[in-house]
C-alpha cells in the first residue's frame, strides 16, 4: 500500500512539471487567440453597447447626445415588449432542451467503462 502512494506523489511530480513547462514555453501563443476575441466579439459588442445610449450614429455630423431614450422606448411600444418576450421563451426552451438531452449523454460517457472503438 506505501509503495502506491508513494507512486502516486511521483507522477503528480512528474505531471506538474512537465505541465509547468508546457505553459512557459507556450504562453505567448495566447495572444493570437485574445486579439481575434478582441477584434471579432468585445469591439462589436463594445460598439452596440455605446450605440444603445446614443440618439444618433457615432460619426455623424450633428455629435453625439448620450441618453436613455432607447431603452425607455422598448418599454412604451407594445411590439418590442412582444419581441422580448418571443425571444427570453425562446432562450428558455433552447436551455431546457439541452440541459434535458445533455445531461443522460454526459451521465452515460461518464460512466461507460471504455470508450476506445465507441466513439
Do not use: E
Not at 495566447?30 to 440618439?55: D, E, K, N, Q, R
Amino acid at each position: 500500500m506505501h509503495d502506491f502512494y508513494g507512486k502516486c506523489k511521483n507522477y503528480n511530480k512528474i505531471f506538474n512539471y512537465s505541465m509547468s513547462n508546457i505553459t512557459v514555453k507556450n504562453k505567448n501563443l495566447i495572444y493570437p487567440a485574445l486579439t481575434w476575441f478582441g477584434i471579432f466579439f468585445m469591439l462589436p459588442l463594445l460598439i452596440i453597447f455605446v450605440y444603445s445610449f446614443t440618439t444618433d450614429y457615432m460619426f455623424s455630423a450633428g455629435g453625439v447626445k448620450f441618453t436613455l431614450d432607447n431603452f425607455l422606448l422598448i418599454f412604451q411600444k407594445k411590439h418590442y415588449l412582444i419581441i422580448l418576450g418571443r425571444s427570453l421563451k425562446i432562450s428558455l426552451i433552447t436551455t431546457v432542451l439541452s440541459i434535458a438531452f445533455a445531461y443522460p449523454v454526459a451521465y452515460f460517457l461518464a460512466k461507460k467503462p471504455v470508450l476506445t472503438g465507441f466513439l
